[in-house]
T-cell receptor
Framework: DSGVTQTPKHLITATGQRVTLRCSPR?????VYWYQQSLDQGLQFLIQ???????AKGNILERFSAQQFPDLHSELNLSSLELGDSALYFCASSLIPENTQYFGPGTRLTVL | DAKTTQPPSMDCAEGRAANLPCNHS???????VYWYRQIHSQGPQYIIHGLKNNETNEMASLIITEDRKSSTLILPHATLRDTAVYYCIVHYGGSQGNLIFGKGTKLSVKP
């Protein structure tokens, strides 16, 4: 158990819908990262937050957005969902950006 | 793109040491070598990391060559539960912390 929690574990929705994935970092960690893992693309970095501020962006689509709240939990919002958004979404956290990242168990999103 | 090269797959007998190689010939002086593994579709699990010196923890040992162009992850006594995809990642310990995952090595531990 890494100490990072993600909810929900599974999410099934329809195209065009909007969903929110939630991540609670390990106690004391200030930095949160979101990654997407699809069958054809592998694990890809989406976005990073540090102490509430966006720190880095990867290949995150404009339909996706995220934020980190004052209590340090983070949410990833996915809108206008397409079939290709079906994937595993992982959250990771670290004490500060330079430190080791610990991953949560992931949320499996299925878009029908 | 990932800055590492790993064999796509390896087999290991249960109870034997598993030695997983990684080439990172373009590594720079301030970049660390990290190893993670992913069992089935679980979240990647941190194993070990190092800069120059060899490292050991309760899970594994990391051997980094003197020129730092390659490394080997050693699982001393592999078990069936070590069957996973192992990722070698070169990571700059700076303020932008995202990891770049390659395809990794699929390790199959066989009875």
């Amino acid at each position: 158990d890494s100490g990072v929690t993600q909810t929900p574990k599974h999410l099934i929705t329809a195209t065009g819908q909007r969903v929110t994935l939630r991540c609670s970092p390990r106690s004391g960690d200030l930095s949160v990262y979101w990654y997407q893992q699809s069958l054809d693309q592998g694990l890809q970095f989406l976005i990073q937050y540090y102490n509430g501020e966006e720190r880095a962006k990867g290949n995150i689509l404009e339909r996706f957005s995220a934020q980190q709240f004052p209590d340090l939990h983070s949410e990833l919002n996915l809108s206008s969902l397409e079939l290709g958004d079906s994937a595993l979404y992982f959250c990771a956290s670290s004490l500060i950006p330079e430190n080791t990242q610990y991953f949560g168990p992931g949320t499996r999103l299925t878009v029908l | 793109d990932a800055k590492t090269t790993q064999p796509p797959s390896m087999d290991c007998a249960e109870g034997r040491a598993a030695n997983l190689p990684c080439n990172h010939s373009t590594i720079s002086g301030n970049e660390y070598v990290y190893w993670y593994r992913q069992i089935h579709s679980q979240g990647p699990q941190y194993i070990i990391h190092g800069l120059k010196n060899n490292e050991t923890n309760e899970m594994a040992s990391l051997i980094i060559t003197e020129d730092r162009k390659s490394s080997t992850l050693i699982l001393p006594h592999a078990t069936l539960r070590d069957t996973a995809v192992y990722y070698c990642i070169v990571h700059y310990g700076g303020s932008q912390g995202n990891l770049i995952f390659g395809k990794g090595t699929k390790l199959s531990v066989k009875p």
